[in-house]
């Protein structure tokens, strides 16, 4: 683990180390694997006190330096904060093992069987601003599918991450697991020199703001798997609920507004409007609302929108609020200024809802429900690296299937092409064996 800037040739010699150490958990068992994780869950409880001490320490740094609202929101890892981020480590120990798991079994002929076997992708990189709980859930992840992984955190959360990842290496140690499967890096410069790392590193994983993410695929040729913007939407269909859809929308906008699920556009059909918005308001006392034309003529004391609010990812306690004429003019909307996030529709009218889920490019799409739900915990998956608006999968929160590839497996016996080219060839099988 680096304390100071590395040169380029000491971090290669790290992602070295790294890939080395990934190989080596590549082979270990489902049962090894997971009393490394346990093992990374009691150090962590051991350095409980470390470990919020120095997150105090960054917090008061970042309140010094004037950080970013949202970004001292994430900073924050009190010790309630620790127990369920140490309780989700535990979690990822539960969920089934995709290393190995055969996709396909195939007979191509008498003796020649073919399987495809899930297998680690190698060395992640993963970079993150604020956010120091993302390294527990990286981490169990990591070591839960067989790969290593390089941490590049913030320089707002670098004692909160330098003491997570001191714990979590001493688990794996005291586990029998190399604990370079897990190392950290500190500096600014090293970030620039983590995306020329080709060959070493197989996944870029970048988590932070619109700008840092863009950063990051405009200058590496790794992968990058994650998503710019988190500009979700709840459209209030004419066939919704009112109490029941303002307790979706307050909980999706106040709930965590710095998180990238909270909504920060609200379309409402102009049926219902006129209704809808007096009962809104003041369930969000302490949101800044800003309105279309229409909305104001509703809610006359709240700001004017303007263009640029409809593709502005806030992460805070703003709403903008547009009157649509339609369910089909919602979709456009989002379909326009959306980030393919997550996105809502609050309706009784279940043609609506099907219309809207199927019609609207996100990864997720929900009905009568918070998009705060978008979350691998909150999924099921244990905990996730982070989410993907991208088209190719994965898509969405993003937790242990996301983090394995494939390879095929091809067993013969002295078998060759030319038995099966030719005038006299010889017909394949192809008899799925389960």
């Not at 507004?257 to 006392?285: D, G, K, M, Q, Y």
Request: aromatic share 4%.
């Amino acid at each position: 683990m680096t304390s100071v800037m590395a040169s380029d040739n000491q971090l290669t010699a790290i992602a070295a180390q790294t890939r080395e150490a990934a190989q080596s958990l590549a082979g270990l068992s489902s049962e090894a694997k997971n009393r490394a994780i346990e093992a990374v869950a009691l150090a962590l409880e051991a350095a409980a006190a470390d470990i919020t001490a120095a997150n105090e320490a960054d917090l008061e740094t970042a309140l010094a330096e004037n950080l970013a609202k949202p970004l001292y929101g994430r900073l924050k890892l009190d010790a309630v904060k620790l127990r369920g981020a140490i309780a989700g480590v535990r979690d990822v120990a539960k969920l089934p093992d995709p290393v190995g798991d055969v996709q396909i079994h195939r007979e191509l002929d008498e003796g020649l069987v073919l399987k495809r076997v899930a297998c680690p992708l190698g060395v992640l990189g993963v970079i993150f601003e604020s956010r120091p709980d993302a390294v527990m859930q990286i981490s169990s992840l990591a070591v839960k599918s067989g790969n290593g992984v390089i941490l590049k955190g913030g320089k707002e959360a670098v004692r909160s991450c330098q003491a997570l990842v001191k714990a979590i290496r001493q688990g794996l140690e005291n586990a029998g697991v190399d604990p370079n499967a897990v190392q950290l890096l500190t500096t600014r410069e090293e970030t620039r020199a983590l995306l020329g790392l080709e060959g070493y590193v197989d996944l870029i994983i970048p988590r932070g703001s619109n700008a840092f993410v863009r950063f990051v695929q405009e200058n590496t040729r790794i992968p990058v798997l994650g998503h710019a913007d988190g500009i979700c939407h709840l459209y209030v269909d004419q066939a919704a609920e009112i109490e029941k859809t303002t307790q979706i929308a307050r909980d999706a906008k106040v709930g965590y507004p710095s998180a990238c699920n909270a909504i920060e556009t609200l379309l409402v059909h102009r049926a219902i409007a006129a209704e809808f918005l007096p009962a809104l308001a003041p369930a969000l006392p302490d949101v800044e609302l800003r309105g279309d034309r229409q909305a104001r003529q509703v809610l006359p004391d709240i700001q004017a929108a303007t263009e640029e609010d409809w593709s502005t990812e806030y992460s805070d306690l703003i709403l903008a609020i547009r009157v649509v004429d339609s369910l089909a003019a919602a979709v456009a909307h989002i379909n326009t200024y959306g980030s393919r996030h997550t996105d809502a529709i609050a309706t009784e009218d279940l043609a609506a809802a099907e219309q809207f889920m199927a019609q609207v490019d996100a990864a997720g799409v929900y009905h009568n429900c918070s998009t705060r739900f978008a979350d691998g915990f909150r999924y099921g998956f244990g905990a996730e690296v982070g989410i993907s608006t991208q088209k190719m999968p994965p898509r969405g929160p993003v937790g242990l299937e996301g983090l394995v590839t494939y390879k095929y497996q091809l067993v013969g016996n002295g078998h060759v092409v030319a038995t099966y080219s030719g005038e006299n060839a010889k017909a394949f099988t192809h008899r799925d064996l389960g």
